[in-house]
């Protein structure tokens, strides 16, 4: 007598009907059946046919899908990116430098495999840049969930949030999800997207793969290792502007350089007296959970922080600055720190047009399609400009601050890749000398010296 399955859909999980227990899942008394994470909805169909098993699926709703005819004929490398995606099974991560076109590779998968297709994104700049590719493509009025609209057609982009609130509900309803900036699944909460989804064509784009917490290993698992990845060293000049990276060294005042040392001696001391090591990330978040419990932990990282903030904001950074601009005064020109307070004191001190994370969306709008036109040559931003906002003429980027994090500069210096006629882009790093800011640079940079030495 021969096997009978029934597959269906549950809220995000695969329900098996049946006397047949299948790879990835487990006994569900409740509901007289196995239970297994969408997730591995492809891998439990093929052990169904590979046993020979008679199933029924009921699992998969897919939306309706015309005829999907793209515009773009995808440049050489994009087509090989493709093609290494093929290769693998239709699943996958390519990672491409700002500007290259990842967003066409996913055209020519959707084109390709004629699915209805989840576009999940980050920020809702990017859901309406994806919204007017995808319609200018396809010539199709295109879905959107975030930002208050709740729009399901069979080409639709989410923001991750609303894609992880609505993941029960969309996980049966495409067969390609294509992840932006995927670097950014893994974390808590949003890798349920991945999870809960059925769709067999997984597809994941970013400029920066790598996360400094080690994370991006998880995603081999929820959408297919890096099957392809271009340096921004092997396109510039041809696909995306030549450019050029410059480091330029200011000092603290006497008074900036007391405080700082005294202050950092206190971290070093305690780290010497706790003989703690100091070499990763994660030593550093083991001291952050350390001071929860122990005072001088505590004080120890507050003199740190206090250090820090003296290197990354010193008096002579604005001085440098102001130098910059005005030996640079065509281009359009995007400042960098870490902090908001520096961001204010330049808005306030050179009278630049400031965005922060608590900037309205509305003046964020206005202020990015005043540098786009021309009216605001410059813009002083914190984090929020890192990536997922298109600067398409920005040709200088200015870091006063930022992590030691290799992701973090490749975004920044992403920004003013875009190709134009006779640009020249050109990132500058502004570096407190003698203090430990110098190594926070140097380490940030290391990922895009490899690709540099590598091409």
Partial sequence: MSLKAQLRYDKGTLLIHGDVHVPNSSWDARSNAYRAPALHYSDIIAFLEKSNVNYEDYARSLLPVPRFVGKTQLRGYQKDALDAWIQAGNRGSIVLPTGAGKTLVAVGAIEMLQTPTLVVVPTLELVAQWRRVLADE???????????????????????????????????????????????????????????????????????????DGLHTELSRLVGGKVFELSVQALAGDYLSAYEVERLYVDLTPDEQEEYAAQYRVFTDYLARAKIPMRTPQDFNRLIMRSGRDSQARKALLARNKAMSIALNSRAKIKALKKLLAENDADQTIVFTQHNKLVHTISRTLLIPAITHMTPKDERREILDSFHNG?????????????????????????????????????????????????????????????????????????????????
């Fill in 138 to 212: 396809f010539n199709l009025e295109i879905g959107v969930y975030g930002g208050g609209e709740n729009v399901l057609l069979p080409l639709t982009v989410s923001t991750y949030d609303s894609a992880y609130l609505r993941a029960g509900e969309l996980g049966n309803k495409f067969g390609l999800v294509v992840f932006d900036e995927v670097h950014h699944l893994p974390a808590e909460g949003y890798r349920y997207i991945a999870e809960m989804s059925l769709s067999p064509a997984r597809m994941g784009l970013t400029a920066t793969y790598e996360r400094e």
């Fill in 375 to 455: 009216t605001y040559r410059i813009v002083v931003t914190s984090k929020v400009l890192d990536e997922g906002v298109d600067v398409p003429d920005a040709a200088q980027a200015i870091i006063l601050s930022g992590t030691g994090s290799s992701r973090e500069f490749i975004q920044r210096l992403g920004r003013i890749l875009r190709k134009r006629e006779g640009k020249q882009a050109r990132l500058v790093e502004i570096v407190t000398r003698n203090t430990s800011e110098m190594k926070m640079s140097t380490r940030r940079k290391r990922k895009w010296r490899e690709g540099e030495n590598a091409s």
